[in-house]
């Protein structure tokens, strides 16, 4: 009886501890959704409980939330899609799948912001990579124009 016990004590805490990790990330597009753009307005937009999706999805990455950009037409509005992301979170491994959107597939992608708190990918700000990127090009662009 008292391995019964233990063992119920075991699996309580183990389910305790996992749910204890679990984070909850706004899911929407700026095209289904226009609350979910730039101006975020969280009122009528749906989450995502993280754990659930990553039973879906390959195992052993641990999910954080993700804010992605992409821009067509310098100037035109962009596009925002908020969701649970599974891929390597550090800032050095930062590789946000930076292919066409399936929703905007003309459109490019502009960078990505990841955060790892409930709620947390309501940021309206690009990550410095792509800036960091765009003014290394025109740096070098500059350069060759003088040679």
């Known amino acids: 009886m008292a391995m019964m016990a233990a063992l119920s004590s075991l699996f309580l805490l183990v389910t305790l501890a996992s749910s204890a990790r679990a984070i909850t990330c706004y899911e929407c597009d700026s095209v289904n959704n226009p609350g979910c753009g730039e101006r975020f307005a969280g009122d009528d937009i749906s989450t995502t409980d ?59 992608f502009l960078g990505c912001t990841l955060c790892n708190t409930d709620l947390c990918n309501t940021a309206a700000t690009l990550s410095t990579l792509p800036l960091v990127s765009a003014l290394s090009l025109l740096g070098l662009l500059i350069l060759l124009a003088n040679v």
């Open 50 to 108: 993280c754990d659930v999706v990553a039973n879906m999805r390959s195992l052993g990455a641990e999910a954080t939330c993700l804010t992605k950009y992409h821009e067509g037409m310098p100037g035109d509005t962009r596009f925002v899609r908020r969701s649970c992301y599974f891929g390597d979170a550090s800032p050095i491994g930062i590789s946000c799948d930076d292919g066409p959107d399936p929703v905007v597939p003309f459109m490019n």
